[in-house]
């Protein structure tokens, strides 16, 4: 044993340490460049192209350009509708603002509610849920046990609540598994029996009804998290169905995110969609009551905190509004009504890493594995709804009905459209904001909106080509 002196007072065994320090300096080399060289195959600047000329879009185009519009007119218009409880049977993780545990306990219900539309021409359905999203993995087995059962059926449109307090089990994908509870065959099989169920429950009480619109800006109520003072819209939109028996079934619409519930509970809750709608219906204003998600990319509620007595305060005042908005609403008969969807060829997925620097595309289809989504239309009268698969901001709906220029229509925009495929917030953002919503989930790059955007335009444009439908003030 000898002193090195250039290594003060601690023995060693002369030559070992040099030995060591050579084999880790080697070993520690080799794993810097194995990073380095990883990171040049997996990581790659974000291509700034123009999509007009990308494959992808020149595929969504053509198939929008083709799309020919069923006739509108119809002679008789009927509606049912129904709900169906949705829980587990056994606890499941929850989905929403990340990683989550189980659940213990059930604030208030989840449901999947349905409205059964039927013309001469055929017969279409809404879907909502009380979940995070709608997503590919359950949608699926739900179209699937649906057209088993009822081959006819003409359509459907998809939309949900957005509660980020659901439970989750239905997705497939690393994603999947790692934050929306993975892929229970058990959840989604159940997904799909009650949705069959709702189905089943609405097509038994349809009737010949009419139909009222009013739409209110709650100023005060939602605001752009992302970029403070951008525009969002304001808008709650009431769509009120009057059966000839006088039962009445309220569709609603609204752009303020669904995180009024705190993030560390562990009760499930449908946040103020499922609050608000249970107490439109408790108070005898309806027998029926829907709230679908607009433009909710990147807004937030304006209520200052979270939790349930916030949650429950929100509805309550909402309810108020609309509980007053519907006694002045006209019912009119419906003579007009049409569906239609589309597949979207989806750009390059790349996972924002750092800046300009994503993960290539092969890396996050991984990670968020398979997309089918779509753009859907439902029109009665002159409100058109349009659906699509992701988070649309306010600030991205604007720019479009101002490009579209339909006079006399009621554009009304919904989320989450039978998949999900990120945010569609503005491309101003996507470089210069370091925010969740303009770098991770903004999934396809800087040039996904544009896409989205252009796609819009082109498929809201088709419905200048027919007569407008002036009836509700």
């Not at 305060?313 to 519907?326: A, E, G, I, Q």
């Not at 924002?352 to 993960?359: E, I, T």
Request: some cysteine; hydrophobic content about 40%.
């Amino acid at each position: 044993m000898v002193r090195n002196p250039e290594l003060g007072r601690y023995p060693i065994v002369k030559g070992v340490l040099l030995v060591k320090f050579r084999k880790w300096h080697k070993w520690i080399i080799g794993v810097l460049v194995s990073l380095l060289v990883l990171a040049g195959v997996l990581i790659v600047h974000v291509p700034q192209t123009d999509f007009h000329e990308e494959a992808y879009y020149k595929a969504s185009i053509e198939r929008i350009e083709a799309l020919e519009l069923p006739e509108e007119a119809v002679n008789a218009f009927e509606v049912g509708w129904a709900k169906q409880s949705i829980l587990p049977e056994k606890p499941q993780k929850m989905a929403g603002y990340g990683f989550r545990k189980e659940y213990d306990g059930i604030h208030d219900s989840l449901y999947v509610r349905c409205f059964y539309f039927s013309t001469e021409e055929g017969n279409y359905l809404w879907l909502n849920y009380d979940l995070l999203v709608v997503h590919s993995t359950y949608r699926k087995a739900v179209e699937k046990a649906l057209y088993a059962k009822y081959p006819d059926l003409s359509g459907i449109y998809f939309s949900c609540a957005h509660t980020h307090s659901g439970f989750g089990g239905w997705a497939e994908g690393v994603l999947g598994e790692a934050i929306l509870g993975g892929d229970s065959k058990e959840v989604v099989k159940m997904l799909a029996d009650q949705t069959v169920k709702v189905v089943e429950d609405a097509h038994q009480n349809r009737r010949p009804s009419e139909v009222a619109y009013m739409e209110t800006p709650l100023v005060g109520w939602v605001s752009n998290r992302v970029s403070p003072g951008a525009y969002v819209d304001l808008a709650l939109r009431l769509i009120a169905f009057k059966k000839n028996d006088g039962k009445i079934a309220l569709l609603s619409t609204f752009s303020a995110h669904p995180t009024l519930v705190m993030p560390d509970s562990t009760k499930l809750s449908a946040d103020y969609p499922g609050m608000y709608s249970q107490m439109m219906v408790e108070s005898g204003a309806v027998d029926f009551s829907m709230m679908a998600m607009g433009a909710v990319g990147s807004t937030q509620s304006d209520c200052g905190d979270k939790g349930f007595d916030i949650a429950t305060n929100f509805s309550v005042d909402m309810k108020r509004v609309s509980t007053s908005n519907l006694k002045k609403m006209e019912f009119h008969p419906v003579h007009h009504f049409s569906f239609t969807t589309t597949d979207v060829e989806m750009p390059p997925l790349y996972f924002k890493v750092k800046g300009g620097w994503a993960f290539r595309p092969m890396v996050g289809e991984w990670v968020f594995g398979e997309s089918s989504p779509r753009i859907s239309t439902l029109k009665i009268n002159d409100i058109l709804f349009y659906g699509v698969s992701g988070e649309i901001s306010g600030e991205v709906t604007q720019e479009i009905e101002q490009q579209v220029g339909l006079n006399g229509t009621h554009l009304v925009p919904t989320s989450f459209n039978g998949d999900y495929v990120g945010y569609f917030t503005h491309e101003r953002h996507y470089f210069s904001l370091r925010r969740a919503e303009t770098r991770d989930m903004n999934l396809y790059g800087p040039q996904n909106t544009p896409f989205w955007r252009a796609l819009l335009v082109s498929y809201l444009s088709k419905f200048k080509e027919q007569e407008p439908v002036a009836q509700f003030k």
